[in-house]
């Protein structure tokens, strides 16, 4: 009497999950399918359970299987049983739903699975490349110790080691299909391992030589000169000479005038005889000092526009040196 209440209860889930399932499926599902369309939930047990047992599922049949399975139990009495295939089904579909209209004795050991879940983590595996040829897989949650081994398309299963970890070597150097199987050998998941993404990296051109990065300069034009240098001499050159050239012009004025005073010395007096004198004398001296200085930087001035500076204007020193009763400049380094 209880078992016939129970599956009044559930009759209504059952059918309207069975009518959302494809049925082009073959096997033990299928008759499994009709069986509790034809509410014979005892004929429908026996043959989710040889579904399982034929190791032939896909992930998306295993999940249906659970759901029917903890559904006919639950229907039969067996709420325990129900309990344990719901935590399969939610482990490997954690978005998994009972409808709104679902009876409250399917609802209970649903609600109580998918808190276990929720605390022992759901089902799930990575997998990665280790090389073009080979692949690993890890299991990183499997409460309920579902996953055995991997099998890849049109291979055998291999099964996983104590680490809970498989590696696998393919010929694919493509994208590899891999599927995680149960101990019957039904898929849990599917997972594709992509290419391995190879990186192609120049190789660094080897650096050149010295006379290739800085090639001897053109012997038909001037290599650059050192600008700083250039007018460190080249001007004081210029305003020493000028400005010596100016004063020997006007001591050259002023004898000029010493010599009219001397043609007319009784319109002058020796005190204006004296102060020509003095500013001839002055300016003569003035001129020479000028333009000697002047003269000795004309040697460096000519020595950097004459030469080429390319790496050999910084090894040239210009030393003024003055005492031992002469003054002049030292040269030295490569001209």
Not at 41 to 49: E, G, P, R
Not at 150 to 179: D, M, Q, Y
Not at 288 to 301: E, N
Request: aromatic fraction near 6%.
């Amino acid at each position: 009497m209880v078992i016939r209440k129970l599956r009044a209860l559930g009759a209504l889930g059952l059918v309207a999950a069975l009518a959302c399932a494809a049925h082009a499926d073959s096997g033990k599902l299928e008759q499994a399918r009709q069986a509790l369309e034809a509410v014979r939930y005892d004929d429908a047990q026996h043959l989710l359970v040889a579904a399982i047992a034929e190791g032939t599922s896909t992930p998306a049949m295993l999940r249906e299987i659970y759901k029917l399975s903890a559904s006919t139990a639950v229907v039969l009495g067996q709420a325990d049983a129900g309990e344990q295939y719901y935590r399969r089904w939610l482990a490997l579909d954690p978005t998994a739903a009972l409808g709104a209209d679902v009876s409250p004795k399917l609802r209970a050991p649903f609600d109580a699975a998918k808190a276990y879940i929720a605390a022992h983590g759901r089902f799930e595996v990575t997998a990665s490349r280790i090389s073009v040829r080979e692949l690993e897989l890890a299991v990183l949650s499997d409460p309920l110790a579902m996953a055995r081994g991997v099998k890849l398309e049109g291979g055998g299963t291999v099964p996983f080691s104590a680490e809970r970890r498989v590696r696998l070597t393919t010929e694919n150097a493509g994208t590899v299909h891999a599927i995680v199987v149960d101990e019957y050998g039904n898929g849990l998941t599917e997972l594709d391992v992509a290419a391995p993404v190879i990186t192609v990296v120049p190789p660094v051109p080897d650096p050149l030589p010295p006379a290739a990065n800085h090639p001897p300069p053109d012997p038909g034009r001037p290599a650059h000169l050192h600008t700083a240098a250039l007018y460190g001499w080249g001007l004081p050159c210029l305003l020493f000479l000028g400005t010596g050239t100016a004063f020997t012009v006007a001591a050259f004025y002023e004898h000029a005038q010493v010599g009219d005073i001397l043609d007319d010395s009784k319109n002058h007096t020796y005190a204006d005889l004296n102060d020509r004198r003095h500013l001839r004398n002055t300016f003569t001296a003035l001129g020479a000092t000028f333009v000697g200085v002047g003269a000795l930087l004309l040697i460096p001035t000519g020595i950097y526009l004459s030469k080429r500076t390319h790496g050999r204007a910084a090894e040239r020193t210009v030393t003024p040196f003055v005492g031992g009763g002469a003054a002049g400049l030292t040269l030295s380094g490569g001209f």
